[in-house]
């Protein structure tokens, strides 16, 4: 596994972009500058983070998300295993 985070990745496991083994390190957002703790997917390419929008669930469960623009830098918090 390489020491940069992929382009784009999600936490639900429903979508083609999540990817456990690279969760599975630890990975950090810096979303213009400030850490985000929130972040459900972001795209380093495309520029944007997607957060949960407060309490508020569709009618799957899922979490409400809003797509914010700006500059995405993935990393990862600690070294990797091994």
């Not at 940069?4 to 496991?13: E, G, I, K």
């Not at 469960?61 to 809003?66: E, F, M």
């Not at 700006?70 to 918090?77: Q, W």
Request: hydrophobic share 35%; aromatic share 8%; proline share 7%.
């Amino acid at each position: 596994m390489s020491d940069t985070p992929p382009d784009r990745l999600s936490v639900d496991p429903s979508s083609p972009f999540h990817d456990e083994a690279v969760l599975a390190r630890d990975v950090g957002i810096k979303f213009n500058g400030v850490e985000k703790t929130n972040v459900e997917e972001y795209c380093v390419s495309e520029g944007w983070i997607k957060v949960a929008a407060g309490k508020a669930k569709d009618r799957f469960g899922k979490a409400l998300t809003i797509k914010l623009k700006g500059s995405v830098e993935p990393y990862y918090k600690g070294p990797a295993a091994g």
